[in-house]
C-alpha cells in the first residue's frame, strides 16, 4: 500500500483476528508497527521474530496502559501517524441480564479505550503534520440486533465519536473513520458458536445475512482498515465504512 512506507502505526487487539491481520499487512507495507494487546502471550507468540514490530502488553480499558502504548511508540520512533482502535469484546446477554459489570467492561473496552487512545496520539500527530485514525466498529452500529445492548451503544457510540472527531481533528489534517464489519471469521465468531447448539445451522443463519454469501475474513477488514490510513483515503474522513458484504442492507 503506497505512503505508509515508514509511517509509525499502533494496533490495538493486535494479538489475534483482525487486530493481527492489520497488524501483519501493515508490516508488509513497510510500516513500522507498535502492537498492543492485553493478551501478551498471544501476542508475543503471533509476533516472535517478525521485523519491525513492538509488542507491549496493554489493558485497553484502562487509561494508563493506553497512554503507555502511545508513550512507547514515541519513545521508539519519535511520532505516531497511524492509529487503529481495533480492541474489542463482545458480550451477549438480553437487557434484563445486562449487569452493571458487563456494561462497564463492554463500554470501557470497546469505547473508552478508543477514546484514550486517540487522545493519547493527537498531540503527537498535530506536532507532525497529521495523521490517521481508523475505529474497528460493527454494523452493530448501524443496524440492530438481539441482546447486544452494551455492544451496540459502544459501537454506535464509537461512530459518533469518529464523526466528532472527524470535525474537530480536520484542521490538523488528522483523518478519523470507521469501520463497520458484519460477521467476521475470527476466533471471536468461533466462541460465539462454539456456545450454541447447532454450529452448522448458526453457521448458515449468519452467512444468509450477508448478500454476497460469506462472512468476512479478517483479511477482508485489514485491508479496508490499510486503505483508509493510506493516502489514498487522503479525502476521506468522517465515514463509517460498512464491510459487510451487504448486510447493512436489510437482508
Given at each position: 500500500?503506497?505512503?505508509?512506507?515508514?509511517?509509525?502505526?499502533?494496533?490495538?487487539?493486535?494479538?489475534?483476528?483482525?487486530?493481527?491481520?492489520?497488524?501483519?499487512?501493515?508490516?508488509?507495507?513497510?510500516?513500522?508497527?507498535?502492537?498492543?494487546?492485553?493478551?501478551?502471550?498471544?501476542?508475543?507468540?503471533?509476533?516472535?521474530?517478525?521485523?519491525?514490530?513492538?509488542?507491549?502488553?496493554?489493558?485497553?480499558?484502562?487509561?494508563?496502559?493506553?497512554?503507555?502504548?502511545?508513550?512507547?511508540?514515541?519513545?521508539?520512533?519519535?511520532?505516531?501517524?497511524?492509529?487503529?482502535?481495533?480492541?474489542?469484546?463482545?458480550?451477549?446477554?438480553?437487557?434484563?441480564?445486562?449487569?452493571?459489570?458487563?456494561?462497564?467492561?463492554?463500554?470501557?473496552?470497546?469505547?473508552?479505550?478508543?477514546?484514550?487512545?486517540?487522545?493519547?496520539?493527537?498531540?503527537?500527530?498535530r506536532t507532525h503534520g497529521g495523521g490517521a485514525i481508523v475505529n474497528i466498529a460493527s454494523i452493530n452500529a448501524i443496524r440492530g440486533n438481539l441482546e447486544l445492548t452494551a455492544y451496540g451503544a459502544s459501537k454506535g457510540g464509537m461512530t459518533g465519536m469518529t464523526r466528532v472527531m472527524a470535525m474537530e481533528l480536520a484542521p490538523d489534517n488528522i483523518r478519523v473513520n470507521a469501520l463497520c464489519p458484519g460477521t467476521v471469521d475470527t476466533p471471536m465468531n468461533d466462541q460465539y458458536l462454539a456456545s450454541v447448539d447447532d454450529q452448522e445451522a448458526t453457521m448458515g443463519v449468519l452467512v444468509a445475512k450477508h448478500p454476497l454469501g460469506r462472512i468476512a475474513s479478517a483479511e477482508d477488514v485489514a485491508w479496508a482498515a490499510l486503505f483508509l490510513a493510506s493516502e489514498r483515503a487522503s479525502f476521506i474522513t468522517g465515514v463509517s465504512l460498512p464491510v459487510d458484504g451487504g448486510r447493512h442492507l436489510g437482508r
Open positions: 500500500m503506497e505512503g505508509l512506507s515508514g509511517k509509525v502505526a499502533i494496533v490495538t487487539g493486535a494479538a489475534m483476528g483482525i487486530g493481527a491481520r492489520t497488524a501483519e499487512l501493515l508490516l508488509q507495507a513497510k510500516a513500522d508497527v507498535v502492537a498492543g494487546d492485553i493478551s501478551y502471550g498471544a501476542l508475543e507468540e503471533r509476533f516472535s521474530g517478525v521485523g519491525s514490530v513492538l509488542t507491549h502488553r496493554a489493558d485497553v480499558r484502562r487509561r494508563v496502559d493506553c497512554d503507555a502504548l502511545a508513550s512507547a511508540a514515541i519513545e521508539l520512533h519519535g511520532r505516531v501517524d497511524i492509529l487503529i482502535n481495533n480492541a474489542g469484546v463482545t458480550v451477549r446477554a438480553p437487557l434484563s441480564g445486562t449487569t452493571d459489570e458487563i456494561w462497564d467492561d463492554v463500554l470501557q473496552t470497546n469505547l473508552a479505550s478508543a477514546f484514550y487512545m486517540a487522545r493519547a496520539v493527537v498531540p503527537t500527530m
